[in-house]
């Protein structure tokens, strides 16, 4: 337990990858971790889409900085992208979805990758060719884009220190 507690203190957003590939093994221990993230009634309503194809990757970072009117790489040079889509016919399909993401960043810093929360996930696959990408992985009209999870292991930094904790994050009642 106490090794848990540390990696949730130490995990930190990534912004600067190296281009080296995720190995694998790291991948598919991050991904089943995602797996069990806690769902309403357990009914596991996202689904994860990754993308390690770099032409993929790039296009999908491109429509994304699209979307915030900059050409800047909101992916950070990240070799990997794990698309997170929500369930809206599900009652709790986008708490679901939030639950899947934080589950990938807390297993990826686990494994010793770094991964990063990108926003801005519903808007990329309203665009036509977000939505022409998303019908090309079989995704139907009731899954929406929440976010993306970019994984890859930090390149020099990459991460920050963690800023101090704010007064009054909790309250006692």
Same mark, same amino acid.
């Given at each position: 337990?106490?090794?848990?507690?540390?990696? /949730?203190?130490?995990?930190?957003?990534?912004?600067?990858?190296?281009? +080296?590939?995720?190995?694998?093994?790291?991948?598919?221990?991050? /991904?089943? #971790?995602?797996?069990?993230? %806690?769902?309403?009634?357990?009914?596991?309503? %996202?689904? =994860?889409?990754?993308?390690?194809?770099?032409?993929?990757?790039?296009?999908?970072?491109?429509?994304?900085?699209? *979307? =915030?009117?900059?050409?800047?790489?909101?992916? &950070?040079? #990240? %070799?990997?992208?794990?698309?997170?889509?929500?369930?809206?016919?599900?009652?709790?399909?986008?708490?679901?979805?939030?639950m899947v993401m934080a589950n990938l960043l807390n297993a990826a810093h686990?494994?010793?990758?770094?991964?990063?929360?990108?926003?801005?996930?519903?808007? =990329?696959? +309203? /665009?036509? +060719?977000? #939505?022409? *990408?998303?019908?090309?992985?079989? /995704?139907?009209?009731? =899954?929406?884009?929440?976010?993306?999870?970019i994984l890859g292991y930090a390149a020099e930094g990459g991460i920050v220190? %963690?800023?101090?904790?704010?007064?009054? &994050? *909790?309250?006692?009642?």
């Amino acid at each position: 337990m106490k090794e848990t507690l540390i990696d /949730l203190k130490e995990r930190r957003s990534c912004r600067k990858y190296k281009a +080296e590939q995720v190995s694998e093994e790291e991948l598919n221990a991050v /991904l089943e #971790a995602a797996t069990y993230a %806690p769902t309403g009634h357990g009914q596991q309503s %996202p689904v =994860m889409v990754v993308v390690q194809d770099s032409a993929l990757v790039a296009r999908l970072s491109r429509l994304n900085a699209q *979307i =915030m009117n900059t050409t800047r790489d909101p992916f &950070y040079g #990240a %070799p990997t992208a794990v698309v997170v889509f929500e369930d809206t016919s599900n009652s709790t399909g986008h708490e679901d979805a939030c639950m899947v993401m934080a589950n990938l960043l807390n297993a990826a810093h686990a494994v010793g990758l770094g991964s990063c929360w990108i926003n801005r996930g519903r808007q =990329m696959f +309203e /665009l036509p +060719e977000g #939505a022409e *990408i998303k019908a090309s992985w079989g /995704l139907g009209s009731q =899954m929406a884009g929440l976010a993306v999870c970019i994984l890859g292991y930090a390149a020099e930094g990459g991460i920050v220190e %963690p800023k101090p904790r704010k007064d009054g &994050y *909790i309250i006692r009642a």
